[in-house]
């Protein structure tokens, strides 16, 4: 799997582009915006977007859903817990903070530990609520990645004064679900720089 970052959208969010480098089929993690420069990229390495994964549903991740799945007929992911805030725009703030009512339905909802296969690559998907109730975490154990979303930073956590959000709940789960992953493990984040499992066990002031 050959990961590319994309950095989208008014606050900077992460989008991930994860490809099965025998086939070029290609998943769109966190679609933030900019729908235009995620094709455009595909187009000029000749990869097949095959499907979306959300790892939670606030308007800086998910403004660019509607307009891939769209042109391209892709399977949306979500874990099973994020699909009211998804398709309520009070909730995922699209409206507040961008200025535009923007809903996703999911066409695939996992539950926590859930595994799975998409575009010739194995993912496990971890439900981490806290920053928002169905917040998750995907985890791809042959590479030792994992796609954090806003659950995990380098030396922080996301933030939980948004609706549904928990500290309590957020620190239980990255202790729980992601420290107990092997040291070794990269994990790539909402917004912000890369991290380890080592790095944040031993630096992360949260923990």
Known sequence: MKIETLVLGDVRT?????INEKTLETIVVD?????????????DEGLTLKAIFLTHGHGD??????DL??????QV???EAEQELLLDPAQNLSKLLFGVSVTVKPDVLLKDGQEFTEAGMGFRMLLTPGHTPGGCCYYQPEEKALFSG???FC??????DFPGGSLSEL?????????????????YPGHEEMTTISHEKRYNPYM
């Open 171 to 187: 620190v239980r789960s990255v202790k729980e679900k992601l420290l107990v992953l092997p040291e070794d493990v990269k994990v």
């Open 61 to 66: 991740h998910i403004l660019a859903v509607s």
């Open 155 to 160: 030396g922080s956590i996301g933030r939980t």
């Open 31 to 43: 679609p933030a915006d900019r729908a235009d420069v995620i094709v455009r990229k595909a187009v």
């Open 14 to 18: 992460n989008c991930y582009l994860l």
């Open 77 to 79: 992911y979500a874990a």
């Open 150 to 152: 806003d659950t995990l």
């Open 69 to 74: 799945k769209r042109d391209f007929s892709l």
